[in-house]
């Protein structure tokens, strides 16, 4: 059983520019959840996808938007970069929507010069 | 949801048990108490969760205060490889997989 990946592992952009981060969910499982954490802190909810539809949504803003596929993989889309967007971005995954236990990648350190 | 207050750090010697405090005075009747924990340059973990009765799995044991105002983690016989940051979560069921993290505490377990 293949666990969550994430892709890149690492990034670096600028100001203004636009990222795509990509999850790869955990085998059977039909619900991604997408996490920022800012260094020094927890990591903070960012939107959900259950079956290729979002399933909620944390506070964060419209620039923050994302895809989930037929395969249950999924995209995290963050347009207009802005320096506090720098953060490990993690991605988790569980069988179903309401199900406790998640299952996280390692996460992408995006780096925002 | 409900907010929790965790102690920053703590240290536990190898084989003993760690016992994590969480307060959450303000937990509502349908909250649940969540642990996760997060090993340096990973992912959280999923650790255990309760409602009202104490818990037990292979990792760890949850004891909730029958006012449910307060719980603690505790790893029976913390090992090098429990040295993480440990988050206490509270939140219902309808958002049990879109949690919010608060800074947790820092677990180092020593020789």
């Known amino acids: 059983e293949t666990g969550v990946t994430q892709s890149p592992t690492h990034l670096i952009k600028t100001r203004g520019q636009q990222v795509t981060l990509r999850c790869s969910s955990q085998?059977?499982?039909?619900?991604v959840s997408w996490y920022q954490q800012a260094l020094g802190q927890g990591p903070q909810f960012i939107f959900q996808?259950?079956?290729?539809?979002?399933?909620g949504r944390g506070n964060f803003p419209p620039r923050f938007s994302g895809l989930q596929f037929p395969n249950y993989s999924s995209e995290l889309n963050v347009n207009a970069l802005e320096l506090d967007d720098s953060a490990l971005y993690l991605c988790?995954?569980?069988?179903?929507?309401?199900?406790?236990?998640?299952?996280f990648g390692p996460g992408t350190r995006l780096t925002v010069l | 949801d409900a907010k929790t207050t965790q102690p920053t750090s703590m240290d536990c010697a190898e084989g003993r048990a760690a016992n994590l405090p969480c307060n959450h005075s303000?937990?509502?009747?349908?909250?649940?108490v969540y642990w996760y924990r997060q090993i340096h340059s990973q992912g959280p973990q999923y650790i255990i969760h309760?409602?009202?009765n104490n818990e037990t799995n292979e990792m760890a044991s949850l004891i909730i205060t029958e006012d449910r105002k307060s719980s603690t983690l505790i790893l029976p016989h913390a090992t090098l490889r429990d040295t993480a940051v440990y988050y206490c979560?509270?939140?219902?069921?309808?958002?049990?997989?879109?949690?919010?993290f608060g800074t947790g505490t820092r677990l180092q377990v020593t020789l």
């Open positions: 085998s059977g499982h039909n619900t």
């Open positions: 988790a995954s569980s069988l179903l929507a309401g199900v406790v236990e998640q299952f």
């Open positions: 979560i509270v939140s219902d069921t309808g958002t049990a997989s879109k949690l919010t």
């Open positions: 303000t937990i509502s009747g349908n909250e649940y």
């Open positions: 996808y259950y079956r290729e539809e979002e399933n």
């Open positions: 309760g409602l009202k």
